[in-house]
């Protein structure tokens, strides 16, 4: 089976590569010409030349392939330029699709995020029917993220088979850049985690979210989507897991919303717009915060064969791989 891959560099695409690779497929790898190929190391691939932003060069990267997957995406809670998150995550997504088309694809898994669903404040676990608007979405990558699946979802109705899934939290291995998620393990591992705030997030396994993409294309149906999820835990939860396994200790004091917001914003201000890096804290992740995102997989229980399993494993791996490559010291 030739498989086209977006993302492949990355940190979920990179596992979802691996295990079709695992499986047999015949695999085309979409690259930037900057993009680092550490991930792909030892993968038995072919790369293909191209940019989200360039429709020609899809085309032509995806001719003869008989399956996709669109894992790529712009994943970062603050952005200089929000117009360049839009290229990249809607018109991208758009232009995968069409491509496709063109070329004949029998089947297009589309990667969302648990960052579309409509999450509460009382802390019942979301599912893909919570009531949910672009209106609810905060910051740009969710609201791009959310146009995007809109997107997906509409080719899945409209004739083309695209089956589109959420991954919740992915935590693990090969989590080079990191990701915001990444990051939070890597400050708790540099000791720059020094309080908590009140919230939740549902971590998963990110080996076991790339098998559930294959499952998706094997079971799931076209123009749905399917959250792929694990464990909910608080963000305390999750942080002394992370002193078990790690040794370290975890924190103890819990900083107060408008503490958290206030910092937020001072850090937003400094790092964004003076010195002109990511921010370790926004404004907008502060107000995500309140709400914890915490969700239910049971439809791709029942329809995929998805099985939640506990994430120490994979919080492990992601501890032993970040002091392994030099992202904070071995104690």
């Not at 690779?21 to 085309?28: H, I, N, T």
């Not at 995500?288 to 995102?293: E, I, R, S, T, V």
């Not at 997989?297 to 032993?320: F, H, T």
Request: glycine share 10%.
């Amino acid at each position: 089976m030739k498989t086209f891959v977006t993302g492949a560099t990355g940190f979920l695409g990179s596992h979802v590569a691996r295990v079709l690779a695992e499986q047999g497929a015949d695999l085309r790898l979409l690259v930037r010409p900057t993009s680092s190929l550490r991930n792909l190391e030892g993968l038995k691939a072919e790369t293909a030349t191209g940019d989200l932003r360039d429709s020609a060069s899809l085309e032509k990267a995806m001719a003869g392939c008989e399956v996709v997957f669109h894992v790529a995406a712009d994943y970062r809670l603050w952005v200089r330029d929000p117009a360049d998150m839009y290229r990249s995550n809607v018109e991208g997504t758009r232009a995968i699709l069409e491509a496709s088309r063109k070329n004949g694809i029998r089947c297009v898994v589309y990667t969302s995020s648990v960052a579309t669903i409509g999450f509460t404040g009382n802390g019942h676990p979301a599912d893909e029917d919570s009531p949910v608007s672009l209106a609810d979405m905060i910051g740009h990558y969710k609201r791009s993220k959310f146009m995007a699946e809109q997107i997906a979802m509409e080719t899945g109705r409209g004739g083309m088979r695209v089956v589109t899934v959420n991954p919740t939290t992915p935590v693990g291995d090969q989590d080079i850049k990191p990701t915001p998620t990444g990051r939070i393990i890597v400050d708790f591992l540099k000791r720059k985690f020094p309080a908590y705030v009140e919230t939740g997030l549902n971590l998963v396994d990110v080996r076991e979210c790339a098998r559930a993409h294959i499952a998706a294309m094997e079971k799931g149906k076209s123009g749905e989507r399917y959250i792929l999820g694990g464990e909910n835990l608080t963000l305390k939860q999750i942080l002394d897991k992370l002193g078990a396994i790690s040794g370290l200790p975890s924190p103890t004091l819990k900083l107060p919303y408008l503490v958290a917001y206030v910092a937020g914003a001072v850090d937003e201000m400094y790092s964004g717009r003076l010195l002109g890096r990511e921010p370790r804290a926004t404004v907008e992740a502060v107000r995500m915060g309140k709400k914890k995102m915490w969700a239910s997989s049971d439809k791709a229980e029942r329809e995929l064969g998805w099985k939640k399993i506990p994430i120490d494993d994979a919080l492990r791996r992601a501890v032993q791989w970040f002091r392994s490559n030099g992202y904070a010291s071995r104690l």
